[in-house]
């Protein structure tokens, strides 16, 4: 049985530089997607922008994983088989999503695919568990709080984006029309 563990710990991690190869190039094709195509400078410019934003990213972004992996999954409540399912499906299901998805040219947000597929193994996962023993409950196994605070938190993100960058757009048109 420690045998079937190794392969799969040897195949998340395989599947780790996959996803950190797609997931990186996800973040520079959204750094650099609406950049190159409005022209607003020379493409080497921008992709040392883009560089610098994926660098700053990567170094500022610890904390939001740490909530997903502490706030959505009750790991003490599952047993090892069951947390290694739930990082296998979850690692998986990634690096298809975010492959398929920069396939077809379509904006994606690797933090937002991680916290959304951690949430689905999570919920399917209990709902297997609760179906096999009804004294169970969901609460004991999906911290659903914790994970409502993680989805608003992203929806009032980019509502928050929304709304800077259009001050931002609104200022600088104000700035720069002489009319």
Same mark, same amino acid.
């Given at each position: 049985?420690?045998?079937?563990?190794?392969?799969?710990?040897?195949?998340?991690?395989?599947?780790?530089?996959?996803?950190?190869?797609?997931?990186?190039?996800?973040?520079?094709?959204?750094?650099?997607?609406?950049?190159?195509?409005?022209?607003?400078?020379?493409? +080497?410019?921008?992709?040392?922008?883009?560089?610098?934003?994926?660098?700053? #990213?990567?170094?500022?972004?610890?904390?939001?994983?740490?909530?997903?992996?502490?706030?959505?999954?009750?790991?003490? +409540?599952?047993?090892?088989?069951?947390?290694?399912?739930?990082?296998?499906?979850?690692?998986?299901?990634?690096?298809?999503?975010?492959?398929?998805?920069?396939?077809?040219?379509?904006?994606?947000?690797?933090?937002?695919?991680?916290?959304?597929?951690?949430?689905? #193994?999570?919920?399917?996962?209990?709902?297997?568990?609760?179906?096999?023993?009804?004294?169970?409950?969901?609460?004991?196994?999906?911290?659903?709080?914790?994970?409502?605070?993680?989805?608003?938190?992203?929806?009032?993100?980019?509502?928050?984006?929304?709304?800077?960058?259009?001050?931002?757009?609104?200022?600088?048109?104000?700035?720069?029309?002489?009319?």
């Amino acid at each position: 049985m420690e045998t079937i563990y190794l392969c799969i710990v040897i195949f998340l991690l395989c599947l780790a530089v996959f996803d950190l190869f797609v997931g990186v190039s996800n973040d520079a094709v959204n750094f650099l997607q609406s950049a190159v195509g409005a022209r607003v400078a020379a493409f +080497r410019t921008v992709l040392i922008i883009a560089s610098v934003g994926v660098v700053l #990213g990567a170094v500022l972004s610890s904390g939001m994983m740490d909530v997903a992996r502490h706030g959505i999954m009750m790991p003490d +409540r599952y047993s090892f088989h069951e947390v290694m399912t739930i990082y296998l499906a979850v690692m998986v299901t990634d690096v298809i999503v975010l492959d398929v998805f920069n396939t077809l040219g379509m904006p994606t947000s690797t933090t937002v695919s991680l916290v959304f597929e951690l949430l689905g #193994g999570t919920a399917m996962l209990a709902i297997l568990k609760v179906m096999a023993d009804p004294d169970l409950d969901y609460g004991m196994l999906l911290n659903s709080n914790k994970a409502l605070q993680v989805i608003i938190a992203i929806f009032v993100s980019v509502a928050i984006s929304f709304v800077v960058g259009m001050v931002v757009m609104w200022i600088s048109r104000v700035v720069f029309t002489f009319n």
